[in-house]
């Protein structure tokens, strides 16, 4: 009997240790079940959690935050619109003397050259000073609309534009630097 008993304890200590064996491997396919194929979404349902309330404090800076964003915005349309005001004056007054010298050009090209040539300085003269009337006529706003219908119409001739714009400035600036040297 002494060895029947001396036999079971060891039985038993090695049934023990099988299902302890057994419950990791269980884990494993259980995780291999689980995870999705390559290429596959899987979203997990999450219950939403409710905000914490805010404070008087919070909302208030959030209020004038957006307050001071705003009146920033403001100050600076107004500062471009004053600023564009002041350049479409100096514009429409250097223009308007461009076309007194052509007009008073056309006198000298009438002794000179003749008066047929005369005539053609009169006439561009005539539709440069309308195109300044144009110009001190309009406000700001309308001349960028004006210009977006334009582009809207003409696509090809703005971008021709803008191409001779960017040469002409580019040319600038490299003759201001080349005199710098």
Do not use: W
């Amino acid at each position: 009997m002494a060895a029947d008993q001396g036999k079971k304890p060891a039985a038993r200590k090695t049934t023990a240790k099988k299902p302890a064996a057994k419950k990791p491997a269980a884990k494993r396919t259980a995780a291999k079940k689980s995870t999705p194929a390559k290429g596959v979404n899987v979203k997990k349902a999450t219950k939403a959690k409710p905000s914490a309330p805010l404070k008087a404090g919070a909302t208030r800076a959030a209020a004038s935050k957006s307050n001071a964003t705003s009146d920033l915005k403001d100050r600076a349309i107004d500062k471009a619109r004053s600023t564009a005001n002041d350049g479409k004056t100096k514009a429409g007054e250097a223009i308007g003397t461009f076309s007194e010298m052509i007009e008073n050009s056309a006198k000298t090209i009438d002794e000179n050259v003749g008066e047929k040539y005369g005539d053609y300085a009169r006439s561009a003269a005539d539709a440069v000073s309308s195109f300044a009337e144009k110009v001190n006529s309009k406000d700001v706003d309308e001349m960028v609309d004006d210009a977006r219908s334009f582009v809207r119409k003409r696509p090809a001739v703005a971008i021709g534009a803008a191409a001779v714009v960017g040469l002409l400035v580019s040319r600038l600036i490299k003759s201001g630097m080349d005199d710098r040297s």
